[in-house]
């Protein structure tokens, strides 16, 4: 697959906004202090919610998140949950396109320079917009190639911290190769999820995911998915399962905020069975599609 199919979905907008500790202003416009512990030490943490016509897709799973990580990095953020949603909602309605993706940052802020916290720290918040365009439509009908890479995360993955360096290690190695993603195994051979998305497998019709332990990042996706599988009686086990475990499936795929449900038909060098889309993901993707439409149109029904 060339690497161009797989390249970055969000595209420049002549009006981008950011906002940022309490205004808002043109992105382009937007300063941090280079004594930021973002900056500094990678002291902060991150959202990526999506929204559909305007309408943000598991937005309070997302913020749900966004409080846990901000507790976890012991950062007290100086808005509170209201004042995040009117924001998002403010970005959503200037940015009129179809598809848009929202990014949220958290900081400890500008301190002088030193490991430890600083004694009365002021918090550094941001969010704006981009617009998300979609995958090609050949990445979901025939599948994505992934690759493995030895896990080298810390152990603390649950934040959704914005310390991202083996993550982007990992995903330029996927690209070199012509793959969409890497899939991180740990030491024991145990697949935990992929650099930036979880990781399912399915054998003998059972659906198969790392469970939510501090080694994975808890997908909003990942749980919103599992849930509709439940709920149209699919069987599911969250139990770690190994690499050779992995090489010896009928089905694979990933999650994520930006691509919902994506089919692998190619881990490494081998496919995944026949190296087509199987039925199970066939069924998950359609049903996840319609589940994704119909929150959508409640939402949209609940404003009028
Ligand atoms: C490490 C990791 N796992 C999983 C996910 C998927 O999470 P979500 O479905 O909430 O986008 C992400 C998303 O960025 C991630 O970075």
Request: proline share 6%; aromatic share 8%.
């Amino acid at each position: 697959m060339h690497a161009n199919t797989l390249s970055p979905r969000v595209s420049p907008h002549p009006e981008e906004l950011i906002w940022m500790d309490g205004e808002f202003l043109p992105l382009a416009q937007a300063r941090v202090s280079i004594e930021d512990r973002g900056l500094l030490f990678a002291d902060g943490i991150y959202e990526v919610i999506a929204a559909f016509d305007g309408v943000p897709h598991l937005l309070v799973e997302h913020l749900d998140r966004w409080d846990r990580s901000a507790e976890g990095m012991r950062i007290q953020p100086r808005y509170g949950r209201d004042t995040r949603v009117d924001v998002i909602h403010e970005l959503l309605k200037r940015f009129s396109a179809p598809r848009v993706s929202v990014y949220g940052q958290l900081t400890r802020g500008a301190a002088r320079r030193a490991h430890t916290f600083p004694a009365a720290p002021r918090p550094m918040e941001f969010w704006f917009a981009r617009e998300l365009q979609p995958y090609q439509p050949v990445l979901f009908s025939e599948g994505v190639k992934v690759i493995t890479r030895p896990d080298e995360r810390w152990l603390n993955c649950w934040i959704k911290s914005i310390s991202l360096a083996p993550n982007c290690f990992a995903r330029q190695d996927a690209a070199e190769q012509g793959a969409f993603e890497a899939i991180f195994h740990r030491e024991d051979g145990v697949v935990t999820e992929g650099a930036a998305t979880n990781f399912f497998v399915v054998k003998d019709g059972v659906i198969r995911t790392h469970p939510v332990t501090k080694r994975i990042l808890s997908g909003c996706t990942r749980e919103f998915v599992l849930q509709v599988a439940r709920q149209h009686g699919l069987a599911i086990r969250e139990e770690a399962f190994d690499l050779t475990f992995m090489r010896n499936v009928d089905e694979a795929f990933i999650t994520s905020t930006t691509i919902n449900v994506m089919p692998v038909t190619r881990i490494d060098d081998a496919p995944v069975a026949d190296g087509k889309v199987g039925p199970v993901v066939q069924k998950l993707m359609a049903l996840t599609d319609a589940a994704v439409r119909q929150l959508r149109e409640d939402s949209l029904a609940a404003l009028r």
